[in-house]
């Protein structure tokens, strides 16, 4: 009987620990995915605001900082990938634990019953031998009791610890599973953005500074049309890309805004730890396609 306690103690602090960190696991994780979303809308608001800077730029500054706001989308449409990828491969496994969280704690609360029918049969043989040590038609009767009480307490425990050995093997492979996607993931985002980035600071360290400045000269002494900038770059989308992204350009990238969606900036907060006990829900990370 105490090592059945034992078992019971073992297998609900294993259902326990999967419940609160998992739960915990889960809301960080939605909330990164929440904060990179954020992340990519800033980051859309500057490729708007550099383009209409440019506007007001000469030929040169007007041509680099173009060049550098089609980069700058660029790595936002790899961010909105990610976005999309965390929460798939990350954020919705995290989530399927809380079922398994609640028909395990059924499993081991129906053996617990089972258990405490097994004590009250004893208890009642051990009165009934007391009381009544000359009945021998009561007492075998409560020993058969007692010996059914048993069996079925033993039958239980070997398929409570089957089902606990399940779960544990399962949840420690799903865990591997969801953190190696969530680095895949974030290697093969930043792998792409380096990429961007390095043509967005060639395109920086190749700006020509005195043909801006001989052309502002000409134009403070009433001379207009002095030269022509450098054409833009190719913004055609490298066909390495992992995902499978619209080529668009910069304007309509962001004017569409995702979808036509709306950015709000809110300051950082506690998330509240995901409730995997089905008790109550936690706002849905809404970084998947809209900002949040």
Known sequence: MCTRN???????????????YFGQFCSLLAAYTRKTAR?????DQLVKQLIDFANTENPEMRATVRNFAEDLAKVQDYRQAEVERLETKVIHPMKLYGAHIKQ????IKKFKQVQKNEIKQLEKLEKLRQKSPSDRQMIS??????????VDASRT???????IDTFQKQKLKDLQKILSDFVTIEMVFHAKAVEVYS????????YDLERDLEDFRAKTHGVYGHHDARPLKDTTPSPTVPWSLAGQSTQTAIQSQRGEEESTDHSAEEDPVEDLTGQGQTPHPEGQSSPV
Request: without cysteine.
């Open 199 to 206: 043509s967005a600071f060639q395109s920086l360290d190749s």
């Open 104 to 107: 395990t704690r059924a499993e």
């Open 157 to 163: 425990t070997h398929q409570l610890e089957e089902m």
């Open 6 to 20: 034992s078992q019971v103690r073992v297998m609900e602090n294993t259902v326990t620990n999967a419940e609160k």
């Open 39 to 43: 992340l990519r809308d800033k980051a």
């Open 141 to 150: 009767q409560a020993e058969t009791s007692v010996q059914r009480a048993s």
